[in-house]
């Protein structure tokens, strides 16, 4: 494993990555007791972070957790982490954990949180895959009911991203009760009859910030758009399917359990959406 490096922010200040450290009783080790983002920056500038606070905000208040910072705040810590570490294109992970404490299920009476967050270089989605696209195939969403929340409690997640990892797939389509949720490490789209249709929120997926520049972007755009419950019958009849999240933006799943997705490319409606997305990241490039 290649050492770590570069800048990051840990207990309130910016050090070198190899002198970072967390206590071993820190409720984020031990219990998972705790949330996270992962915010993409262009030319050193974040992508839609008033989004991202916000939906951080939620998962700290679902978990009642104190927010450690305001959101003025957010924006000087992690500009100046941006700034440490080059600029340029970046994927900024941010974890706010309920800090050290006795190991006791309840909350501590008394709590210090402890927020870290780094800075990885974001590579640009690989060629072959605009062109050819990327497979995936389906698995019985077994995690637990709270998706909403950005929970770093993420084994049931693992477990699921590593089966498409064993069977030779780039991710895991998840359905629950026979409704399409979301995909392991992904928000899910599909398109039928020129009709982009996305699963409407729940608590039983996570709201994507690049789930709602699709969405907002489909308006503006002129595409045909609903949130409606997909089975799993319009799933494996679907003429496009999607994926979105923060650091792949919008990939298109070509083959799902096998078998060619529509034409077996990245469909017309795709292209056209993945364009306009393009155009929001290259403004802030200008």
């Known amino acids: 494993m290649d050492n770590p490096s570069g800048i990051v922010f840990l207990h309130g200040k910016l050090i070198p990555a190899e002198k970072a450290c967390v ?3 820190d409720r984020g080790f031990l219990f998972a007791d705790g949330v996270y983002e992962v915010i993409p920056v262009y030319a050193g500038k974040l992508f ?5 606070l916000k939906r951080l905000a939620q998962s700290l208040a679902a978990i009642q957790l104190e927010n450690p910072y305001d959101d003025v705040a957010w924006v ?6 941006i700034s440490k570490n080059g600029g340029g294109d970046l994927s900024v992970y941010l974890q706010v954990t309920r800090g050290i404490a006795t190991r006791d299920h309840a909350f501590p009476a008394e709590s210090c949180s402890t927020v870290f967050a780094m800075a990885n270089p974001l590579k640009p989605v690989a060629e072959d895959i605009l062109q050819e696209g990327v497979s995936a195939i389906t698995l019985a969403d077994n995690r637990w009911l ?3 929340i950005k929970s770093i409690a993420l084994l049931g997640n693992v477990l699921l991203r590593q089966r498409a990892v064993e069977a030779d797939a780039t991710e895991a389509i998840l359905i629950r009760d026979g409704l399409v949720t979301e995909g392991a ?11 982009i249709i996305t699963p409407p929120k729940s608590c039983l997926i996570l709201p994507g910030i690049s789930r709602d520049v699709v969405l907002e972007l489909a308006t503006k755009c002129g595409f045909n758009s609903r949130e409606s419950d997909v089975t799993e019958q319009m ?6 399917i ?18 060619a997705v529509g034409s077996g490319k990245p469909g017309e409606t795709w292209k056209k959406m993945h364009d306009c997305f393009q155009q929001q990241i290259d403004r802030l490039r200008d």
């Open 23 to 25: 206590s071993v009783f």
């Open 48 to 52: 839609h972070l008033a989004a991202h």
């Open 76 to 81: 000087k810590i992690l500009e100046s982490l």
């Open 146 to 148: 709270r998706c909403d």
């Open 185 to 195: 490490a992904s928000n899910f789209f599909m398109v039928q009859n020129n009709e």
């Open 235 to 240: 799933l494996h009849q679907a003429d496009e």
């Open 242 to 259: 999607w994926l979105t999240s923060s650091t792949k933006a919008v990939l298109p799943v070509t083959k799902l359990d096998g078998v």
